[in-house]
Nanobody, 116 residues
């Protein structure tokens, strides 16, 4: 079964930067897409960024454009989310999502807290 493990979350001050990582393992078929979603307590999980694995084409939520960058390391089967100019409203549990074949898989999440 596909396993996604996020890491790199933590506490950062407003205006600061953080990079979260998601390592994928346990699959034999191709990765179609990988991406990041986030969810704050009491709120819905929302899309942040995604990429097509084979091409590297990316897509971003409006809130992420100009501040966040999604990238991949094919050899490490890892996707990253570089977050710059972080704002308190970015505080959330960040989840990695992968679509492999016809199925979607989720990681356990990594907490990002933006606060003074």
């Amino acid at each position: 079964q596909v396993q996604l493990v996020e890491s790199g979350g933590g506490l950062v001050q407003p205006g600061g930067s953080l990079r979260v990582s998601c390592a994928a393992s346990g699959y034999s078929s191709s990765i179609y897409t990988m991406g990041w979603y986030r969810q704050a307590p009491g709120l819905e999980r929302t899309f942040v960024a995604s990429l097509y694995w084979s091409t590297g084409n990316t897509n971003y939520a409006d809130s992420a454009k100009g501040r966040f960058t999604i990238s991949r390391d094919n050899a490490k089967q890892t996707v990253y989310l570089q977050m710059n100019n972080l704002k308190p409203e970015d505080t959330a549990l960040y989840y990695c999502k992968a679509i492999v074949g016809m199925k979607a898989y989720w990681g356990q999440g990594t907490q990002v807290t933006v606060s003074s």
